[in-house]
């Protein structure tokens, strides 16, 4: 696809933006972009690595613990560093820093297509050694534990030994701050060293003290040919140095394995054990079979604008950088900010199935599964969480967690957001509709719709009216906390009853020994199901006649609204400088609520009912959330108004990019990453599954020339190309399929040309 990240600041504050935006990973491993060689002393960093589903639990204090309340929570630890290598030339051992000496050239980037960073230095030491330097570096994507470095140096104008020091070091701790809920407080010190082996393959090796995980740092240095190598250790740090006669051509690669007792039993052994094996391969290797798994997932996730390199470039960041976050294993999945940063710890929410599902599911189906299975995985907690709430039966999934349970000690905005078990479920029946993975829903899926499915019945109860109520909930809006029929959660909670009920009926009919199995396992019987019917006919879904909207639940409108035009910007985001309390007495979102609903239960709304939302909403959302501005610019799309999505949209592809929520230091906003994609993709293009078909409508933003993208639908492949007026829908490979274009079913054989809508066509 040809396009790479590139940014040559060295401005302080931006290079703390730069240390997310460069991170490298490949969903098991994730590193950020720091210099090898450090900072100038005064210089603030978040020297980072992170392993996917590695975590600590730590106490959580309450000054008042409510019953049910989690004892403890999960963090993702800082692991041992392998980034550090240091450069000294001449006789005199200069050291080289960015920050000393002369600066005669400087470029960083990152490539999407090869996955590697690399930094090219022209720079004259004080005593006037000038050199050019190459540092490339990789997390392989097809060898998981590894990491690498390699470091090139040429010598300008002096003929004298050059030396590098490299190290890898267990004595580490994790950021905090006390100024950021987003991010961890206290518990700086998660792991704790517990040996260090010097030599030609070094090791670190660090526990954690309470879920007794242990990790190792294995590391070999493949050199040009050298004067000498010295090895020793110190202070649970190996060190390895290099010496490189005069005039000698001077590289070096350095190997850095990291394997966990996740999914390594012995990880010491291993690590060195793999360490041998993939020393063997030279970097070029390396990139050459990296570049290769690279080129296989563009292919299918294959996404380009016209005509704006600046949108595409975000774009393509967005999705490359998903990818490098995505736990593959299913032990792990995707947090909230991936594997670039600390912001909340390292946890998952529903970011992963609101937001990135949708992504994968319909481009690379086999990842999105190990997404799902993850949660099929921690079943049994969420069963168990669910029995602490005090239901007899069903599935409630945490809030936030790593290993599966409850991570959440602020339950307003927290356990009480129940719909991220319809929400589970939501990704579920969009998989199976999407893959027709009928195999895999016998296998996980199934399991998971029943149980989320009786967590609602349990939670809510028919009124005098008959209407089946869900009351003490937050819905996505965290603005808005502890409320009765909450619009999106009784939505979505029907949603979870009507695919139960329709996952029940074609296992009957197609799997009964399956049907049979889950329902002795889980204790299922025919009368539940009728249960779950009744539900969602009756389920209550509030409309405001007066407005012509759908409220956010039943307090809402009759709340003040929020002075906006007194709130000064330093006062953004509210929950940085207001009591929650303030804030849920007023009429003010956070982030989209309603709208959401609008956007992934297609049908649930009419017309009107959308747009007159989308305006009444627009009105009171501050957009302090990162998860926002994508669904304005969908449900902009949805109702015609394709200038303000794109409005939106470049809001979204460019989130991170341009750091405009401030914090991207503490790592990507991975949702938004999703969600740009979604825009062009679910908003512009108009994609929709139906239960049997794809859906599309594609549109296009006024001053956009075009833009394309690709699909998976059921093993096929389709190609999407919208341009002014026409736009090509190709079928890549695969059979002839039905497909619902601006609301007409059509036959895709090879290719077809229909119209582009403009704005309000
Ligand atoms: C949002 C949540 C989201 C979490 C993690 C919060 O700011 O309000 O919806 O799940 O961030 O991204």
């Not at 937001?355 to 481009?363: A, E, G, K, N, R």
């Not at 933003?701 to 093993?715: E, I, M, N, V």
Request: charged fraction near 20%.
């Amino acid at each position: 696809m040809g396009q790479q990240l590139q940014d040559n600041s060295l401005e302080p504050k931006q290079l703390l933006v730069n240390e997310s935006l460069f991170a490298q990973g490949n969903g098991y491993l994730g590193v950020r972009g720091n210099f090898e060689e450090g900072y100038a002393e005064d210089m603030a960093s978040i020297r980072g690595c992170y392993v996917n589903g590695f975590y600590e639990n730590v106490d959580i204090s309450y000054g008042e613990k409510c019953f049910g309340f989690p004892e403890t929570m999960q963090k993702l630890p800082n692991i041992p560093d392998a980034q550090t290598v240091e450069l000294y030339l001449g006789h005199q051992l200069e050291r080289f820093s960015l920050f000393s000496g002369e600066l005669l050239g400087f470029e960083r980037s990152l490539d999407f297509d090869t996955g590697i960073s690399l930094r090219k230095i022209h720079w004259r030491s004080p005593l006037g050694l000038e050199i050019e330097l190459e540092i490339r570096r990789m997390v392989s994507f097809v060898k998981r534990e590894l990491f690498v470095i390699d470091y090139q140096v040429k010598a300008l104008n002096f003929d004298e030994p050059i030396e590098i020091r490299s190290s890898i070091n267990a004595s580490i701790e994790n950021f905090t701050t006390d100024d950021d809920v987003r991010v961890a407080s206290g518990h700086a010190k998660l792991l704790w060293p517990t040996d260090c082996v010097a030599g030609g393959f070094a090791q670190v090796v660090a526990k954690t003290h309470s879920s007794a995980l242990e990790i190792a740092l294995s590391s070999y240095h493949r050199c040009s040919e050298t004067q000498s190598q010295e090895f020793s250790s110190a202070e649970n740090q190996a060190k390895t140095v290099v010496r490189f006669a005069a005039g000698s051509a001077v590289r070096m690669t350095k190997y850095a394995v990291f394997t966990d007792t996740r999914r390594h039993p012995m990880p010491a052994q291993q690590g060195l054990e793999l360490l041998h094996s993939f020393s063997a391969f030279d970097f070029e290797a390396l990139a050459s079979e990296q570049a290769q798994y690279l080129s296989q997932f563009w292919n299918r996730s294959a996404i380009a604008i016209k005509g704006d390199e600046q949108l595409e470039l975000g774009l393509r960041f967005n999705v490359f950088q998903l990818l490098q976050s995505l736990g593959q294993d299913a032990v792990s999945n995707i947090a909230a900010k991936g594997l670039s940063g600390e912001g909340y710890e390292g946890h998952y929410f529903w970011d992963t199935e609101i937001y990135v599902l949708p992504v994968f599911i319909l481009t690379q189906p086999e990842l999105a599964k190990n997404l799902l299975r993850f949660r099929y995985n921690t079943l049994d907690q969420a069963r168990a969480r669910a029995r602490e709430l005090g239901h007899t039966k069903g599935a409630l999934f945490p809030w936030r967690t790593i290993n599966g349970d409850e991570c959440s000690s602020f339950f307003e905005a927290g356990t009480a957001q129940y719909h991220i078990s319809a929400d589970i479920a939501w990704a579920f029946a969009q998989y199976w509709k999407a893959s027709a993975d009928f195999d895999f829903m016998c296998e996980c899926g199934a399991e998971v719709l029943f149980e989320t499915a009786r967590l609602w019945l349990e939670t809510g109860h028919f009124n005098r009216q008959g209407q089946f109520c869900i009351d003490s909930v937050t819905g996505p809006d965290e603005y808005t906390a502890i409320v009765n029929n909450n619009f999106y959660t009784n939505s979505m909670a029907q949603h979870n009853l009507n695919w139960a009920v329709k996952m029940h009926a074609e296992l009957a009919n197609k799997a009964p020994d399956v049907l049979g199995r889950i329902s002795s396992q889980i204790g299922l019987d025919a009368a539940e199901l009728k249960q779950w019917q009744a539900a969602s006919d009756a389920m209550l879904l509030l409309f405001d006649e007066s407005l012509g909207i759908n409220p956010q639940d039943d307090s809402f409108l009759n709340k003040k609204v929020w002075d906006f035009e007194n709130t000064p910007k330093s006062k953004y985001p509210l929950l940085l400088n207001f009591h929650p309390l303030v804030i849920y007495r007023h009429q003010v979102s956070k982030q989209p609520d309603v709208m959401l609903a609008h956007y992934l239960l297609d049908g649930i709304s009419d017309e009107q009912t959308m747009a007159k939302s989308y305006d009444y909403y627009d009105q009171v959302t501050t957009h302090d959330s990162s998860l926002s501005s994508c669904i304005f610019s969908i449900m902009a799309a949805r109702i015609g108004r394709l200038d303000v999505s794109g409005k939106w949209f470049a809001q979204t592809a460019r989130l991170d990019l341009d750091n405009t929520h401030g914090n991207t230091r503490d790592g990507l906003h991975i949702a938004n990453l999703a969600g740009t994609w979604q825009c062009l993709v679910y908003g512009f293009a108009g994609v929709r599954l139906a239960d049997q078909h794809l859906k599309l409508a594609p549109a296009l933003a006024p001053d956009w020339q075009g833009y394309s993208f690709c699909l998976t639908w059921r093993g096929r492949q389709i190609e999407i190309d919208v341009n002014p007026k026409q736009t090509q829908v190709r079928l890549l490979s695969g059979d002839a399929m039905d497909i619902e274009i601006h609301a007409k079913m059509r036959r895709l054989e090879t290719s077809l040309s229909v119209e582009t809508l403009g704005s309000n066509d």
